[in-house]
């Protein structure tokens, strides 16, 4: 099946500072989504971006297809921003393949 | 905005009885998912539900799981006979097409 490689593993970050993480994925997708989970467990979409740019605040991604990574940049990031960052893929049928996960942590 | 919502939040089951989770998805939404999350670890595939039956099923989804979309809003899983390996937060999700997948708030089942 389609490996989906998140990079870095950890972030700590001093509150303002902005960041990008990073979604490898091993082969062609037709859904890519990113996920934040809050500390309670949530899974809050952020992001449906199976090519192409978009931007939510201050948030943005990235999806170069042809490549097979995905960017997501965090801009001035706030406490509120801490949690795990999950990138996933569908490239057949209808089922998401999760990343490992990016864990953020934000200082004030 | 419409969401997915769960029920219960938690449960806490003994080994060997039977659970059922459930998930109300978006009311126009067709296609309807069960994950899940092993503590500190990353979101597994489970099933996929679409025209009242199984259109897709991951390995971990054996014999003991059960998914019924009872009435036109609720979409159930049920675990026959647990194990403590089946401790996890269970996540619903839903989608129109197969496109941007909804996640429920998740219930966390703890098998002791």
């Known amino acids: 099946g389609i490996q989906v490689e998140q990079s870095p593993p950890d972030l700590i970050l001093q509150e303002g500072a902005n960041s990008t993480l990073r979604c490898n994925f091993s082969?062609?997708?037709?859904?890519l989504q990113w996920f934040h989970q809050n500390p309670w467990g949530q899974l809050i979409n952020l992001f449906y971006i199976p090519s192409g740019t978009k931007q939510n605040g201050r948030l943005s991604a990235t999806t170069v297809a042809t490549e097979r990574y995905s960017l997501l940049y965090i801009s001035s990031s706030q406490t509120t921003d801490s949690g795990v960052y999950f990138c996933?893929?569908?490239?057949?049928?209808?089922?998401?393949?999760f990343g490992g996960g990016t864990r953020l942590m934000v200082k004030p | 905005e419409p969401e997915v919502t769960q029920t219960p939040s938690h449960q806490v089951t003994q080994m060997g009885q039977e659970v059922i989770l459930r998930c109300v998805p978006i009311s126009n939404h067709l296609y309807f998912y069960w994950y899940r999350q092993i503590l500190g670890q990353k979101v597994e595939f489970l099933v996929s539900f679409y025209n009242n039956e199984i259109s897709e099923k991951s390995e971990i989804f054996d014999d003991q799981f059960s998914v019924e979309r009872p009435d036109g809003s609720n979409f159930t899983l049920k675990i026959r006979s647990t194990k403590l390996e089946d401790s996890a937060m269970y996540f619903c999700?839903?989608?129109?097409?197969?496109?941007?997948?909804?996640f429920g708030p998740g219930t966390r089942l703890t098998v002791l």
């Open positions: 999700a839903s989608s129109v097409t197969k496109d941007t997948q909804y």
């Open positions: 996933a893929v569908m490239n057949a049928g209808n089922m998401l393949t």
């Open positions: 082969d062609s997708v037709n859904n």
